[in-house]
């Protein structure tokens, strides 16, 4: 069975750190993209990184571009998201999802064959 599971969210305040984890099973890890999207109450859910597993590519929005990192430990299956500098507009439910693609610049959700539960940050201000 395909599945993913993100996790590692919380309530935080504005200024402070959190560190999301995306373990996948059921599939060929190496071969896939993995997606980290968000989202916040009355919006609609928007890429926030991605990484191609085969080579450590990577690709981050704008809005988080200099404080999130993403990263991939291929032994365990598992995709991180270190999250620094927390904004109050952080706060979103996150998910992560797979997909075929290369991350390539861009997150398109139309790309992405598998998802996850999502995890809640929640940024104080």
């Known amino acids: 069975e395909v599945q993913l599971q993100a996790s590692g969210g919380g309530l935080v305040q504005a200024g402070g750190s959190l560190r999301l984890s995306c373990a996948a099973s059921g599939f060929t890890f190496d071969d896939y993209t993995i997606g980290w999207f968000r989202q916040a109450p009355g919006k609609e859910r928007e890429g926030v990184s991605c990484?191609?597993?085969?080579?450590?590519?990577?690709y981050y929005a704008d809005s988080v571009k200099g404080r999130f990192t993403i990263s991939g430990d291929n032994a365990k299956n598992t995709v991180y998201l270190q999250m620094n500098g927390l904004k109050f507009e952080d706060t979103a439910v996150y998910y992560c999802?797979?997909?075929?693609?290369?991350?390539?610049?861009?997150?398109?959700?139309?790309?992405?064959?598998?998802w996850g539960q999502g995890t809640q940050v929640t940024v104080s201000s």
């Open positions: 990484i191609s597993n085969s080579d450590n590519s990577t």
């Open positions: 999802a797979a997909s075929r693609y290369y991350c390539s610049g861009y997150l398109p959700r139309y790309e992405y064959t598998y």
